[in-house]
């Protein structure tokens, strides 16, 4: 029996072009006479749909979708379509509303419904805001044919193959595997006693950084330990902050990776459950990324291209310093939208260098994005005058530092306005976890690329992406899926197959460089010290701890949840440590009205992040040395999971 894995990229609230997603890979996999479908997690509604769920005519419209999808469907195929429905008994016994929930469309109709067992409510998940957990493991029986690899000239009937159907969390609750329970029950228990004969995952796992792994680590230890094949199907494509990975997999009951999907991309993955076997075969694997910086560059540039194009931008705008963290989005944005999408704007100052505006300009035509310099010194002098009696007998600081970042912030907004391109805020994590940035300046903008990537990562990308440069191409290129490929070699045209508005695969960018000998990223750009340049001779590591320090005291605190006592046992100088924490605390303000940033930690400042603005609890960090140091021991960090 052929089973296939959609791993599609739905757009949030585009009911009907998740539809035709849907059943565009619904009629490739019928070509293949595949029996069964995977779809991701609210495929027909996009995840996370959020408040939208509280809407009455989304939901309702979501339903008439869904029938009308079930009814142009092929009809022998088995689909598991993603979506909402109501919970009918709120009313009368109490509970939320809704169900996250999969429906089984066959033969025209919806054949059956699984609800959701596990509802995530912590860091980026608020499921349990709209849904009733299911109560009870649901499984599908479809009626089988003898193996896959059967020598029979024709298949004969066999006996029914039992499926237990669960949702993303339903997964994520194995004791061995975690070595400890986070929910009372456990989905894949309850239908292992059912006896099932296969377990399908139907998920919308957001990406972090070397998640995958995890995934396929859990998914491994589960199937060794129950001796059950596992499919696991995943979302791909970026939804607001949040970007989704694909890599959908399977293993065999031996632990076995059988297929993978290709990470970032859309794909449609075909896999046989041989019934004689009782297991799945070995299907395509494809790779993942060879490194983490690689698989950080994809996820950005996924990320950047997704939420410009559903938020119906074609061009996105940038202010070009000549540092690094400019240079790296100004390259996310050419790969991700192509050239001719990206424009760079240079706004020196008196306290630029010249050296800065030369590797901004050496950027561009690395690039071969259009560039436009806008000196700023006169408006400077405008401001100086019109605050002059204001500001008369004060010694120059921070708030003229800062009207610098604001008036390029103002003319980076003027350019979006006028043009109606997207602009594009290029601050670091670093940066935005201890309030180096100016609100209403330099974290001006609708998405902030690189908003969870730390500095020191931003200057290992770069150097990545730099070693990469012999393959950089100047044109756009459309990868080929194994089923484009094989529909090629057997002759059949495009004019031959289903017209749909959606496409498999999407179309992806290279870079632009066309001498393969210069670096990507000028090498200045990366070996010179970080600077704001508001001020003469001004470094960042005037006002902060030097960046390898500071993103490990940040890596700690922030993602490993780790306290200041914590923190200074490790190595790290109490009073620096102090200090960090402080900032920390204090740049709050700044991060709630920052644009989005597009996720790629497990703790981001995002949607997951929740900390109050007035706020006193500053986590220990004024103990003296001799109490942190003995604090520590007895109080062990705990990873996230």
Sequence with gaps: MK????????????????????????????????????????????YPPRDLLLDPSFVSQMGATLQRLAEELPSQMAVLVGCV????????????????????????????????????TYDVFDEYRYFEPGLEASSLVLEGFVGAHSRAPLPTHHAPLKIGVTICEDLW?????????????????????????????????????????VREAMLQHGSMRHQIPVLYTNQVGANDDLI?????????????????????????????????????QPSKIAPTPANLDEEIWQALVLGVRDYTRKCGFSKVVLGLSGGIDS?????????????????GVLMPSPYSSEHSVQDAVELGKNLGILTQIIPIEELMQGYDKTLEPLFAGTPFGIAEENIQSRIRGNLLMAVANKFGYLLLSTGNKSEMAVGYCTLYGDMNGGLAAIADVPKTRVYSICRWLNSQRQEARGERQEDETRETRETRERGETRENLP?????????????????????????NVINKPPSAELKPGQLDQDSLPDYD????????????????????????????????????????????QAPPGLKITDRAFGTGWRMPIANKWVSHSRMPSSEVVSQAAASPAVPPR
């Design 173 to 213: 609750n194995d004791e061995e595997f975690w070595g400890r329970r986070s929910y009372a029950i456990n989905p894949i228990e309850e239908l292992i006693q059912q006896g099932v004969d296969l377990v399908v995952n139907l998920s919308a796992s957001p990406y972090s950084a070397n998640k995958q792994q």
């Design 549 to 592: 320090t500071l993103d490990d005291i940040l890596q700690k605190l922030i993602q490993e949840h780790q306290s200041a006592a914590q923190i200074v046992a490790a190595g790290h100088d109490a009073a620096v440590v102090d200090r960090v924490v402080q900032l920390v605390v204090k740049a709050e303000f700044k991060r709630r």
């Design 85 to 120: 429905r109501l919970n009918e008994r709120s009313l009368a016994f109490g509970g939320k509303p809704l169900f996250n929930s999969i429906a089984l469309l066959q033969k025209g109709k919806i054949q059956q419904i699984f609800h959701k067992r596990l509802l995530p």
């Design 327 to 343: 240079s790296l989005v100004a390259a996310i944005a050419t790969a991700a939208l192509g050239k001719e999408n990206v424009l």
């Design 499 to 523: 017209t749909t508005n959606y496409q498999l695969p999407t179309t992806n960018y290279q870079l632009p460089i066309t001498n393969y000998q210069t670096a990507i990223i000028p090498e």
């Design 3 to 46: 089973i296939a894995i959609a791993q599609l990229n739905p757009t949030i609230g585009d009911l009907n072009g998740n539809a035709q997603q849907i059943l565009a890979a619904a009629q490739q996999a019928e070509k293949q006479s595949v029996r069964l479908l995977l779809t991701p997690e609210l495929s027909l509604c996009g």
């Design 244 to 280: 989704f990975d694909g890599c959908s997999v399977g293993f065999n009951r031996a632990g076995e990776m059988v297929c993978r999907a290709r990470a970032f991309e859309t794909d449609l993955l075909i896999v046989e459950y041989d019934e004689q076997a009782g297991d799945l």
